[in-house]
């Protein structure tokens, strides 16, 4: 049997998509699974064993060649192999789990007999597919996901995430940190302030003095991280009167699955590194505003979610705000607390 997952991305999509993977390595045991992925998220899928085949879309890239006249031969060449390894077998079953026209398409281009997706037409999507499932909203996505499985035959009411960091990633996240004096067994909080969406980053002067309360009555160490934030963590740290080191940037995304294996804790905005820890059975504090956790929050009983929920226009989806109320009210002093319970019940 062959199997087909499209899951294209963002980071936090594809890692709420692994539980359904490991769903259907179940239930078809035999089977090969190739899953179709962008570029950004592709890494979180080397080494996983219930995958046969990574096939890996340069969408964004061959987007920018063309716009920019740049590249157009070996753009058009590459697409062009891109297209031949995902028709180049009949698949079974191809299931959307992006629900979008970009990914649609990719399932009507390949080929298969039974091509399933959501019955919203998002987009149009919904033309695309000969089997569709109901996609109720009020779920977390991984349970959302897991929905697909269940219509064929999964029978688990537990979602299991699988990433490997690879042992050679977990020993370059332990000389980062003993270049900036931390050793093996020293007690260690992740900060992960960046977002994509403005309406759901906290304000840099709480971060700097939450990471101040922590390092000053907690006694533990801050580590920083985040990929294209420097001036954001660069701002922060000349904010705070204690030290901490600054990560960004230093690491793949299964580098940063080894930090966060390594940690105690992370603080972050809804993000894709929120649900990476999460992922990683990392505790977490998360820090939500527009957004709503009961859709994309940290998956699992070991996380903290601190929001105003009694704010009438909670949650919004707005991606731009001109007050920003839910995040700006959140106080410095609920975080830390939300971070000294979880350390306490950690340890």
């Known amino acids: 049997m062959e199997i087909l997952i499209i899951k294209l991305s963002a980071i936090g999509d594809v890692i709420h998509s692994l539980p359904s993977l490991r769903a259907l390595r179940e239930i078809f045991p035999d089977a090969r699974i190739s899953w179709v992925v962008e570029t ?15 096939i890996i ?30 028709r180049d077998r009949n698949y079974d ?15 009507f281009l390949a080929r298969g007999k039974r091509k399933i997706g959501y019955d919203s037409m998002q987009e149009l999507s919904g033309i695309f597919y000969n089997e569709k499932i109901t996609e109720d909203m009020g779920k977390h996505a991984v349970d ?39 050793e093996p067994g020293d007690p260690v909080i992740a900060v992960s302030p960046q977002a994509l969406w403005d309406t759901k980053l906290w304000d840099n ?35 705070m009167k204690t030290a901490a080191v600054n990560l960004e940037g230093r690491t ?5 699955a080894a ?52 704010m009438k226009c909670v949650p919004c989806f707005l991606k731009h705000c001109e007050t920003k109320d839910c995040m700006d009210s959140v ?11 979880r350390i306490k019940t950690a340890l």
């Open 331 to 341: 106080t410095v002093d609920e975080v830390f607390q939300a971070v000294k319970m």
């Open 93 to 107: 079953i191809i299931i959307d789990f992006h629900g979008l026209f970009k990914s649609a398409v990719l399932a």
């Open 144 to 182: 959302r996901y897991l929905d697909f499985p269940r219509y064929l035959g999964f029978k688990g009411d537990k979602a299991e995430f699988k990433i490997y960091p690879g042992v050679e990633n977990e020993r370059q996240v332990e000389d980062l940190l003993r270049a900036h004096q931390i």
């Open 40 to 54: 950004a998220a592709s890494d979180l899928l080397i080494g996983n064993p219930d995958l046969d085949r990574i």
């Open 205 to 239: 002067q709480k971060f700097a003095a939450l990471c101040d309360r922590i390092s000053d009555e907690l006694g533990m160490k801050i580590v920083f991280t985040g990929s294209g934030a420097e001036e954001m963590i660069a701002d922060i740290t000349a904010k």
């Open 259 to 310: 930090l966060f294996k390594r940690v105690s804790l992370l603080v972050t905005t809804d993000s894709g590194p929120m649900h990476l820890a999460a992922a990683m059975g990392t505790p977490v504090v998360a820090i939500f505003g527009p957004t709503s956790p009961a859709r994309t929050g940290p998956y699992g009983g070991t996380h903290n979610v601190i929001q105003k929920i009694d």
């Open 57 to 86: 879309s340069h969408r964004k890239k061959w987007a920018a060649n063309l716009r920019n006249l740049r590249d157009v031969r070996d753009t058009f060449s590459e697409a062009a192999s891109f297209l031949r390894d995902l």
């Open 252 to 256: 793949t995304l299964r580098g940063l």
